[in-house]
Each structure stands twice: as structure tokens, then as C-alpha cells.
């Protein structure tokens, strides 16, 4: 069965420190990877997907089909980088997406 | 910029009564989705919504649950008869195309059972 393990429920850095949140897939097919986050009394929303590979507020993850991980990272967190963090998975001919159970970041000044 | 509405914003029920959460899609979006995140636990997937019709519905989304479109805005979740496991958050979410990948969600609907 399609799953999504984020093995940190919550993470502590300091402003200026880099940062990375781990997300790590089941599924023997072609993943589609997504991070999506929720600021503090937000709606969730998408932050970005693997197939971009794209930098977006300076965050970045790359697919590690290998080890089969797609992990967000932030050379310099923000305290605005506070937030919860969830990794997405989507898969062939489903249009559903498989959630992590999310990290929370809190990054202090 | 547009964004998904639900409404009621949190409702508390009596186990066995009918619960209806609404919300509004952004206007030109096609792909309509229930998920669900019982306290504590994952964002869940419930059932997609594609012209009409039902195209995805998952392992939860069993009889206890219907969903319609019932004027071309609103999209709802009825629960039929409520059981205290359905106490969670819903959210809404809905896409312009269902392989992007970008959901947009809304607030959601904290439903309380007792």
C-alpha cells in the first residue's frame, strides 16, 4: 500500500540555521511528491511539487527514488518558515493524495 | 484571489444524527475532494468529485457518507448518521486539473460527535 512516514513530529532550529524535514514514500511505481504547508490559522496549501523543481521561499526537496525519500531543505530558516509541514504522495491513476502524518517547525529567533 | 469556503466553520452533534458540511469550490475548478484528519492523525482522503459523479472514493467513504453538487457551487459531505470515530476536521479542496497535484483546501469544518 501507498504510504508517506515524516519520522519527526516536531523540529526546533534557530533563525539562520539550515533546516531539513524528512519525508520518505511506499510505492514501486512513479510517484508524484508534494509538500504542502499550514501556517499558523491558515488553510493548507501547496508549497511544491517534485516535477517542478522549482525553489519556492527558498526551500527545495529533491526525489531520491533510491531511497525513496523527498526531503524539504532550507539552507537558512526563517521564523516565518514556522509551520506545519506535510509530505504528499500521488501515484498513477489515482487521483487521490496520500498525506504524512506532518512535521512541525518552529524556528526560533 | 479566490479560495475554497466551508461552512459551518466547527459543528457539534448528537451520535446518530445527519450532518451536512458545505463548501464552495473555486468557481472555475472542475475536480471537487473531501479529506478528513482525525486529532493527531494524517490528512485522509475521502472521495473525488468529477463531473457529477463520484470518480475516487476511498476504504472510509462507505454508505454512512454521500456527496453531491446540488446547484453547480456548493459541494457537499452528508453523513447520514454520525458515530463518534467521525469526530475529526474536513476539509474541501478542489483543483483545475486533477494531475497537478495542487489541491486548493479550504478552512475546513471541525465536526464534534457525542
Known amino acids: 500500500a501507498q504510504r508517506v512516514t515524516q519520522p519527526e513530529k516536531l523540529l526546533s532550529v534557530f533563525k539562520g540555521a539550515p533546516v531539513e524535514l524528512k519525508c520518505n514514500y511506499s510505492y514501486s511505481g512513479s510517484p508524484e511528491l508534494f509538500w504542502y504547508v499550514q501556517y499558523s490559522r491558515q488553510r493548507l496549501q501547496l508549497l511544491l511539487r517534485h516535477i517542478s523543481r522549482e525553489s519556492i521561499k527558498g526551500f527545495t526537496a529533491d526525489l531520491n527514488k533510491g531511497e525513496t525519500s523527498f526531503h524539504l531543505k532550507k539552507p537558512f530558516a526563517q521564523e516565518e518558515d514556522s509551520a506545519m509541514y506535510y509530505c504528499?504522495?500521488?501515484?498513477?491513476?489515482?487521483?487521490?493524495?496520500?498525506f504524512g502524518k506532518g512535521t512541525k517547525l518552529t524556528v526560533n529567533p | 484571489e479566490p479560495e475554497v469556503t466551508q461552512t459551518p466553520s466547527h459543528q457539534v452533534t448528537q451520535m446518530g444524527q445527519e450532518v451536512i458540511l458545505r463548501c464552495v469550490p473555486i468557481?472555475?475548478?472542475?475536480?471537487f475532494y473531501w479529506y478528513r484528519q482525525i486529532l493527531g492523525q494524517k490528512v485522509e482522503f475521502l472521495v473525488s468529485f468529477y463531473n457529477n459523479e463520484i470518480s475516487e472514493k476511498s476504504e472510509i467513504f462507505d454508505d454512512q457518507f454521500s456527496v453531491e453538487r446540488p446547484d453547480g457551487s456548493n459541494f457537499t459531505l452528508k453523513i447520514r448518521s454520525t458515530k463518534l470515530e467521525d469526530s475529526a476536521m474536513y476539509f474541501c479542496?478542489?483543483?483545475?486539473?486533477?494531475?497537478?497535484?495542487?489541491?486548493?483546501f479550504g478552512e475546513g469544518s471541525r465536526l464534534t460527535v457525542l
Open positions: 504528499a504522495l500521488g501515484f498513477g491513476g489515482s487521483e487521490k493524495l496520500v
Open positions: 468557481s472555475n475548478h472542475l475536480y
Open positions: 479542496a478542489s483543483s483545475v486539473d486533477r494531475n497537478t497535484g495542487e489541491l486548493f
